[in-house]
Nanobody, 125 residues
Framework: VQLQASGGGLVQAGDSLRLSCAAS????????VGWFRQAPGREREFVAA????????YYADSVKGRFTFSRDNAKNTAYLQMNNLKPEDAAIYYC???????????????????WGQGTLVTVSS
């Protein structure tokens, strides 16, 4: 599966953005889709993931209540709605697909086999 992330940009603290992750090459519904982010000088960190096996969405504690994962199966596209953005949310955001479905697996970037190219989110204070 090939993934294409988009929707990043420059916003002010408190603003919202919606990232998109379009999948092609293989049916979306057999995989889990996750969002990760990486800020300069920091490791890639888990943000959110959804798996089609048990229809559960997982979030990192740092984004719970502010970010929402959604998907449009007909369009093979996943979304990450980001509200009340903070300067610490600034990073390159990546979407990825995984054949796993538990939280412990989906929070681990190693368990993902396809990655999009990333989209940059900048948040000014």
């Amino acid at each position: 599966v090939q993934l294409q992330a988009s929707g990043g940009g420059l916003v002010q603290a408190g603003d919202s953005l919606r990232l998109s992750c379009a999948a092609s090459g293989r049916t979306f519904s057999i995989y889990a889709v996750g969002w990760f982010r990486q800020a300069p000088g920091r490791e890639r960190e888990f943000v959110a993931a959804f798996n089609w096996r048990n229809k559960i969405t997982y979030y990192a504690d740092s984004v719970k209540g502010r970010f929402t994962f959604s998907r449009d199966n007909a369009k093979n596209t996943a979304y990450l709605q980001m509200n009340n953005l903070k300067p610490e949310d600034a990073a390159i955001y990546y979407c990825a697909s995984s054949p796993y479905y538990t939280y412990s697996d989906l929070a681990d970037s190693i368990k993902y086999d396809s990655w999009g190219q990333g989209t940059l989110v900048t948040v000014s204070s």
